[in-house]
């Protein structure tokens, strides 16, 4: 939610701000802007919209700065509008704040401000930052005896500012007061830095600025930050300097790009099998699963009555994707819970509950909570993330890391099938240590796992029936999914995929439960989707879709080589067959059609494929 990008050098700041927003786009699009120094004063160009938009500003020409802040917004507090949009300024046009994340106690500081004689122009939250930070600035002006420089006193201002803010926030601060500097703090909003020669660079997260320097000093909370062209100075909350090293990333810059595809989304659709095979890596060791950055003992593990899988979106979805495998595979109960509901239930968690919390970005607000509430009620807490330094897989006991590259288009594919790989690794460990499972049973899995790469890819050479079907899909207003058992996760997956993109309403049904209600709504010419990859539920599952075809329904279903033979295919309009794997791992191939469907309809309607409206990829609001 919201993109923030700094920079500060020896360059015009502003054309290496606008690209640092482009690729941060995904995470808000409604307004954008830029703010720099110029000399002995702030100059701003911002407008609702797009960046693009920005580019052709003719404020935005003017600006000449090399020191700049840059902010694309989803909008949480006032309207997406010209005076809503970021960066903003205090009162006195001497400070201009950047900001993600959201001020829970903006009115009363507000009203604390207006009481000081400060005005307001906008209906956001953030603009109490700057103004509280111009309050300060008097206030540490006023002290006679206070003989620090500016960028000293600004930096106390600042703090004494975010000691009063309630919320999530990563803020960039510039001033006329300190021309050659600026200054970033975080709390629970992502924030990195990249260290270059001669200059230095700020992002929400390390896509963005990937090309420009590999090196990055990963911020946590209350570290402030003060930068120059050749200097990153850090401080600690009580404002002691201190020395932090940078973590290299290995990213390719590339990654973060289209590479010739037209949009990220179809990139990431592309990019499964390496996602899949890197996630796997070298975890698999003379047929057993590694983690040596586990120290799970048995003892440990047969004390757990319960695994916690905590997670939002897609995320959520691979953690009930591997529900059925570890309750099998390792005999312990699981319950997959959406993060902003397990947060507000008092969920039972203590030292014998392990809790996962599996998240793309490693940011979402409510799952980054969610841990916290975890860690306090004493279990241990187990991060899977794709993205290294990321707040959860920082603030876990533990961490292991999906290897599937940045991933850009709101809607999430390779990280959602990269997860399931990584899920299924992790199970096979667990098991393995628990001694639940046989050496063939793990052996099996193995080989499966390791030919799911080249099962994906025979997947996406033949799109050609799903962009058939897409085509003749595309003008409906509902879509029903549905399966059973861990179809049915796929056919939640797949129907939110198609929402997001699509804005087709659409629903995804266990297979058998339609026909207690939701069937009513089924009326000629509906589309309906079945998955069937389990050959022990084929024949229920297709009665199911012979229920809906009775009543005028247009149906597609998904099988494999080996449910194909149990179908009479006549029955069904459409059927796209996809390889056939063990039906732990079926949700990573069955997926991949269904990811390419939402995709076509997604085109054919003209749609923003990569940027859905009213969608961030990063929700770092709860
Ligand atoms: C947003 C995105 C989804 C994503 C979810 C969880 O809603 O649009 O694609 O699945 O957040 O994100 P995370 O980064 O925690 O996996």
């Known amino acids: 939610m919201c993109g923030i990008v700094g920079y500060i050098g020896k360059q015009k700041a502003s054309p290496i701000l606008l690209a640092g927003l482009s690729k941060l786009e995904y995470r808000g699009y409604d307004s954008a802007g830029i703010a720099t120094i110029e000399k002995d004063f702030i100059k701003v160009a911002k407008d609702k919209g797009r960046v693009e938009n920005l580019y052709n500003l003719k404020e935005t020409k003017e600006l000449e700065g090399t020191i700049g802040i840059a902010h694309t917004r989803w909008a949480t507090h006032g309207i997406p509008s010209k005076i809503n949009s970021h960066p903003h300024l205090d009162i006195t046009e001497s400070f201009a704040v950047v900001h993600n994340g959201i001020i829970e106690n903006y009115i009363e500081l507000k009203k ?103 090196d990055f000093y990963l911020l946590n909370n209350f570290e402030y930050v003060i930068l120059s062209k050749d200097n990153i ?75 916690y899988i905590v997670a939002c979106g897609t995320a959520m979805h691979a953690g009930l994707a591997v529900k059925n495998t570890i309750e099998k595979l390792c005999k312990i109960p699981v319950i997959v819970d959406i993060a902003s509901e397990f947060r507000y239930r008092n969920p039972i968690v203590n030292e014998k509950t392990l809790c996962i919390f599996v998240s793309q970005s490693g940011e979402t607000a409510d799952t980054l909570a969610a841990l916290k509430l975890s860690k306090e009620n004493h279990a241990k807490t187990l991060a899977i993330t794709n993205v290294i330094g990321s707040s959860i897989s920082r603030e876990a006991d533990f961490a292991i890391y999906t290897h599937a590259g940045p991933e850009i288009a709101v809607a999430s594919t390779k990280a959602y099938t990269s997860q399931i790989t990584l899920l299924t690794l992790l199970t096979l460990y667990l098991a393995e240590t628990l001694q639940t499972i046989s050496q063939n049973e793990i052996r ?5 796992l390791l030919s799911l790469p080249s099962k994906i890819e025979n997947v996406l050479k033949n799109i050609d029936p799903i962009s058939i079907i897409a085509k003749n899909m595309f003008k409906e207003k509902d879509v029903f999914y549905i399966g059973r058992g861990v179809d049915y996760v796929t056919s939640q997956e797949a129907s ?20 207690h209600g939701t069937i009513a709504l089924i009326e000629k010419g509906i589309n309906v989707i079945g998955i069937i990859t389990d050959s022990n539920l084929v024949k229920k599952t297709v009665s199911n879709i012979e229920e809906l075809t009775t009543r005028g329904a247009i149906t597609t279903v998904i099988v494999n080589e080996a449910t194909e033979k149990q179908i009479d ?28 469907l939402a995709y076509f309809v997604s085109k054919e309607k003209g749609l923003d494929v990569d940027k859905p409206r009213n969608l961030a990829k990063s929700v770092t609001v709860e």
Not at 570 to 591: G, H, K, Q
Request: a negative charge.
């Open 112 to 214: 604390f401000l207006e009481e000081k004689g400060y005005e307001f122009i906008s209906d956001t939250d953030t603009e109490v930052i700057p103004n509280l930070i111009s309050y300060f600035y008097s206030q540490e002006m006023e002290d006679s005896q206070n003989n620090k420089n500016a960028c000293l006193r600004v930096l106390k201002a600042v703090k004494n500012a975010c000691e009063k803010l309630i919320g999530s926030f990563s803020i960039e601060v510039i001033s006329k007061y300190m021309p050659d500097n600026m200054i970033v703090v975080r709390k629970d909003s992502p924030l990195v830095i990249g260290k270059g020669n001669s200059e230095n660079y700020i992002a929400s997260d390390i896509p963005a600025i990937l090309s420009y320097t590999k």
């Open 233 to 307: 100075k850090f401080y600690d909350n009580k404002l002691n300097e201190f020395t932090k090293q940078t973590t290299t990333i290995t990213w390719d810059a590339m990654a973060a790009d289209k590479g010739g595809y037209e949009d990220f989304m179809i990139k990431e659709i592309n990019e499964q099998p390496t996602a899949v095979r890197e996630t796997i890596g070298s975890r698999i060791e003379n047929g057993k699963c590694i983690f040596p950055e586990l120290d799970f003992s048995k003892e440990y593990l047969s004390s757990l009555n319960l695994i």
């Open 444 to 448: 099996e899995i193995v080989d499966e």
């Open 496 to 515: 939110l995929k198609l929402k997001e993109i699509s804005y087709i309403h659409s629903e995804s049904y266990a297979a058998g439960e339609l026909k």
């Open 569 to 596: 295919k006549t029955i069904f309009d459409n059927v796209i067959v996809v390889p056939e794997t063990i039906s732990y791992l079926s949700p990573i191939v069955s997926i991949v059609p269904l990811q390419m």
